[in-house]
């Protein structure tokens, strides 16, 4: 296993610009999730998929946050008209189907300017 | 719904010293505890779980935990720590009889070894 691979690591973007982050999720495995960590937090559940199904959205996704995974695969979440609020590092993780574990990337570090 | 409380925020150590890292859990269906570590500007590495079994729980980096049902709590125990141990840790818990295992996490407890 490669583990989870995220991409950028690092975005600086300014306020009102849109941004997309992907995710890699390990080989086979067919659940996905998102999270969200400020500093000094733990991270957050936003959302999560088994294959390509979105099954689960926290009320933390506003209408600004989409997350897709077409082909089951690969993920990405896209954040439009960014706010200072949504600086944060972007987390995604995944599970196998008969796991209960789950295993997270190294993360995704946005900055609204 | 679930929620975690890690009680220190910051513990601080010298090296060789034994650490105990706190967390107590609140839940109204069984659940599944884990341990994160989270080192500076990386993602999260799982150091332990408990699934079902036995209540003390051995994982990575000679970290161990013990699950305690009546006092819902799983601390997190370190008989000798290492500068390399200096890093944030993360308490979570999922429920056992959910279908997508989501993670429900503390705070976080920043462990700073001194030499």
């Known amino acids: 296993d490669t583990g989870v691979s995220q991409d950028p690591r690092h975005k600086i973007t300014k306020r009102g610009q849109n941004v997309t982050f992907r995710c890699d999720p390990i080989s086979e495995h067919n659940r996905l999730y998102w999270y969200r960590q400020t500093l000094g937090q733990g991270p957050e559940f936003l959302t999560y998929f088994q294959n390509e199904a979105q099954l689960e959205k926290s009320r933390l996704l506003s209408d600004r946050f989409s997350a897709e995974r077409p082909k089951g695969s690969f993920s990405t979440l896209e954040i439009q008209r960014t706010e200072q609020g949504d600086s944060a590092m972007y987390l995604c993780a995944s599970s196998p189907s008969m796991g209960n574990t789950i295993y997270f990337g190294e993360g995704s570090w946005l900055t609204v300017v | 719904a679930q929620s975690v409380t890690q009680l220190d925020s910051q513990v601080p150590v010298f090296e060789e010293a034994p650490v105990e890292l706190r967390c107590n859990y609140s839940s109204s269906v069984s659940v599944y505890l884990f341990w994160y570590v989270q080192y500076p500007n990386q993602g999260l590495q799982l150091l332990l779980k408990?699934?079902?079994?036995?209540?003390l729980v051995k994982g990575i980096n000679g970290f161990e935990a013990e699950f305690n049902k009546s006092q819902t709590s799983f601390h997190l125990r370190k008989p000798s720590v290492h500068i390399s141990d200096t890093a944030e840790y993360f308490c979570?818990?999922?429920?056992?009889?959910?279908?997508?295992?989501?993670?429900?996490f503390g705070k976080g407890t920043l462990l700073t070894v001194n030499p």
């Open positions: 979570a818990v999922s429920d056992r009889g959910g279908s997508n295992y989501k993670l429900t």
């Open positions: 408990y699934l079902s079994g036995s209540t």
